[in-house]
Nanobody
């Protein structure tokens, strides 16, 4: 069993920054591949970023590439999403999730999810 808890969301003006955190407990964090997804009202859940257990590579949606950075600290069982140059269209609930086998852009391949944290970007 794996538990994930996100934090760090909030209200920010366009152009601002936020850093999301996702703390994992239960199963050894270092063997978990992690992803961030988001879901805006009335829209489907979409991929944001992913990172393998080693942290050796990172993957991003085109919409956030160059603005967001995913990272992890295995000693703290935590994965981060640094979000810079935020846009109004980044407004959504952000979720972290665990993939058992490899980082993926497909949300349905992840088996454990956090409860989500709201990010609201105002104009």
């Amino acid at each position: 069993q794996v538990q994930l808890v996100e934090s760090g969301g909030g209200l920010v003006q366009a152009g601002g920054s936020l850093r999301l955190s996702c703390v994992t407990s239960g199963r050894t964090f270092s063997v978990n591949h992690m992803g961030w997804f988001r879901q805006a009202p009335g829209k489907e859940r979409e991929f944001v970023a992913a990172i393998p257990w080693s942290g050796s590579e990172t993957y991003y949606a085109d919409s956030v590439k160059g603005r967001f950075t995913i990272s992890r600290d295995n000693a703290k069982n935590t994965v981060y999403l640094q979000m810079n140059s935020l846009k109004v269209e980044d407004t959504a609930v952000y979720f972290c999730a665990r993939h058992r086998f490899a980082p993926s852009t497909f949300w349905y391949e992840y088996d454990y999810w956090g409860q989500g944290t709201q990010v609201t970007v105002s104009s």
